[in-house]
């Protein structure tokens, strides 16, 4: 399928079953009007959604910050999750406490 | 004690307390608390456990409204005490009444850096807590404290404890002014490793994965490193910068980033920006707060109408992290 992002450092794609985003390389300053973009494009979807962070390279704290207000802005009971997520962004989301974002769901990690 | 400082309702009150005896801390702590207790606000005592021990057995059975916190853990630095006192805020807080804490620092044992950046934090109190309906009072042991402390503590609050009243610090410094007074940033030193060509997100992201993995840093605190000095650059380039120049180096248990911008800053980050954490919407200084969390310290300074950022990170021999 077309990625619904594709830029020299980024690459965002639609993925099915279950329905969300797998988002790969890096999301820094220049990144985030097009992670919010993607975002947008699977705001529409009903039920539970996952982001798939499992071949992120790099994210910024305002990228992180995009994740949350997602997860925040989907409607009560359906619930986002996180997938893949480095060690250290789940240290950053509890640090700034997004850890009790409702909606928010931290999958399982991977080594970083 | 005249405890009454102003009615609920008047913004962030800030006074110290020297005292040299258990009677003398009891003798502004007590009253402080009763009072406090009687009216249903909430109080909490951030002091040392001996201090607590003492207020909770004169408080007798009323020890038990009493919110208390060990000092040294309620907020290991500055940026943590600061996130620590708006968290017991916002979580006691009663509508219409004020909160009350004494809020001791612990000055024992620290380094001259670390006494420098609490006596700054004291001041800077007074701008983060602004709006807070809070009355603090942050006792002082002149037991222990050196002079210079004791003499800062006139400095960064606006009044004092002095037996039953409370009085006015004639030797009070704005803020904005005591900070104005952070001493120049030496070079750094003539052996540090210098990012070479453009200083682009992703060279800069580069430099500091090298020179973190060159310090035996790995996962996620080199990955934390990254994050930190990607926000540093984003807040030189908020501020007008057109490029930057970044070094790093080592010192026993830190490894250093220093970014120092190109072109003249077009705004300068106030002496207390990314000291609160985030909020809801996203904020100007939320990366500068996010360093100011990850770093060991964060110095920022105007050169020349140029911005420099200063970071000093934990090392791999940080037993903490191991």
Redesign the interface.
Same mark, same amino acid.
């Given at each position: 399928m077309e990625p619904l992002v594709r830029t020299a450092?980024l690459c965002v794609v639609r993925t099915r079953r279950p329905d969300g985003l797998r988002i790969e390389g890096?999301v820094?300053?220049?990144g985030h009007q097009h992670l919010r973009a993607a975002l947008k494009a699977v705001e529409q979807v009903d039920g539970d959604i996952q982001l798939d962070l499992s071949r992120l390279e790099?994210l910024?704290? &305002?990228g992180l910050?995009l994740l949350m207000a997602f997860a925040r802005s989907r409607a009560a009971g359906s619930q986002v999750e996180l997938v893949g997520l480095?060690?250290?962004l789940r240290?950053?989301i509890s640090?700034?406490?997004w850890d009790e974002t409702p909606g928010l769901r931290l999958g399982g990690g991977h &080594?970083? | 004690m005249a405890t009454d400082s102003g009615t609920s309702g008047a913004g962030f009150v800030h006074h110290a307390s020297l005292y040299d005896s258990d009677e003398a801390f009891l003798a502004m702590a007590l009253p402080f608390a009763e009072e406090g207790l009687e009216a249903g606000e909430p109080v909490l005592a951030a002091t040392t456990p001996a201090n607590i021990e003492l207020l909770r057995d004169a408080l007798g059975a009323r020890a038990h409204g009493l919110d208390t916190a060990e000092t040294a853990y309620f907020g290991r630095r500055p940026v943590e005490r600061v996130s620590s006192f708006l968290r017991y805020v916002n979580r006691r807080e009663v509508p219409g009444r004020r909160t009350r804490i004494i809020a001791e620092p612990l000055w024992a044992g620290r380094s001259a850096r670390q006494i420098a950046e609490w006596k700054r934090m004291e001041s800077g109190l007074n701008v983060l807590l602004a709006d807070a309906d809070l009355w603090m009072i942050c006792p002082y042991d002149t037991r222990t404290v050196p002079e210079d402390v004791a003499a800062a503590a006139r400095a960064t609050h606006p009044g004092h404890v002095a037996g039953a009243e409370i009085l006015p610090c004639a030797a009070y410094v704005d803020p904005d002014a005591y900070a104005a007074a952070d001493a120049p940033l030496p070079p750094p030193p003539p052996g540090a490793d210098r990012l070479d060509g453009p200083a682009t997100p992703a060279a800069v992201r580069a430099f500091v994965r090298g020179s973190a993995a060159a310090a035996g840093l790995a996962g996620t605190r080199l990955a934390m490193a990254e994050i930190v000095v990607n926000e540093a650059l984003a807040c030189l380039f908020d501020h007008g910068a057109t490029g930057a120049r970044v070094c790093a180096w080592e010192q026993p248990g830190i490894v250093a980033w220093d970014l120092s911008a190109t072109g003249p800053a077009t705004s300068v980050p106030a002496a207390w920006a990314g000291f609160a954490p985030p909020g809801e919407r996203a904020g100007p200084f939320d990366g500068l707060w996010l360093i100011r969390s990850l770093c060991e310290s964060v110095e920022i300074r105007t050169v020349d109408a140029r911005l420099r950022l200063r970071l000093r990170y934990s090392g791999k021999n940080d037993a903490e992290r191991i």
């Amino acid at each position: 399928m077309e990625p619904l992002v594709r830029t020299a450092e980024l690459c965002v794609v639609r993925t099915r079953r279950p329905d969300g985003l797998r988002i790969e390389g890096v999301v820094d300053a220049q990144g985030h009007q097009h992670l919010r973009a993607a975002l947008k494009a699977v705001e529409q979807v009903d039920g539970d959604i996952q982001l798939d962070l499992s071949r992120l390279e790099f994210l910024d704290l &305002g990228g992180l910050r995009l994740l949350m207000a997602f997860a925040r802005s989907r409607a009560a009971g359906s619930q986002v999750e996180l997938v893949g997520l480095a060690p250290h962004l789940r240290e950053v989301i509890s640090l700034v406490g997004w850890d009790e974002t409702p909606g928010l769901r931290l999958g399982g990690g991977h &080594g970083n | 004690m005249a405890t009454d400082s102003g009615t609920s309702g008047a913004g962030f009150v800030h006074h110290a307390s020297l005292y040299d005896s258990d009677e003398a801390f009891l003798a502004m702590a007590l009253p402080f608390a009763e009072e406090g207790l009687e009216a249903g606000e909430p109080v909490l005592a951030a002091t040392t456990p001996a201090n607590i021990e003492l207020l909770r057995d004169a408080l007798g059975a009323r020890a038990h409204g009493l919110d208390t916190a060990e000092t040294a853990y309620f907020g290991r630095r500055p940026v943590e005490r600061v996130s620590s006192f708006l968290r017991y805020v916002n979580r006691r807080e009663v509508p219409g009444r004020r909160t009350r804490i004494i809020a001791e620092p612990l000055w024992a044992g620290r380094s001259a850096r670390q006494i420098a950046e609490w006596k700054r934090m004291e001041s800077g109190l007074n701008v983060l807590l602004a709006d807070a309906d809070l009355w603090m009072i942050c006792p002082y042991d002149t037991r222990t404290v050196p002079e210079d402390v004791a003499a800062a503590a006139r400095a960064t609050h606006p009044g004092h404890v002095a037996g039953a009243e409370i009085l006015p610090c004639a030797a009070y410094v704005d803020p904005d002014a005591y900070a104005a007074a952070d001493a120049p940033l030496p070079p750094p030193p003539p052996g540090a490793d210098r990012l070479d060509g453009p200083a682009t997100p992703a060279a800069v992201r580069a430099f500091v994965r090298g020179s973190a993995a060159a310090a035996g840093l790995a996962g996620t605190r080199l990955a934390m490193a990254e994050i930190v000095v990607n926000e540093a650059l984003a807040c030189l380039f908020d501020h007008g910068a057109t490029g930057a120049r970044v070094c790093a180096w080592e010192q026993p248990g830190i490894v250093a980033w220093d970014l120092s911008a190109t072109g003249p800053a077009t705004s300068v980050p106030a002496a207390w920006a990314g000291f609160a954490p985030p909020g809801e919407r996203a904020g100007p200084f939320d990366g500068l707060w996010l360093i100011r969390s990850l770093c060991e310290s964060v110095e920022i300074r105007t050169v020349d109408a140029r911005l420099r950022l200063r970071l000093r990170y934990s090392g791999k021999n940080d037993a903490e992290r191991i």
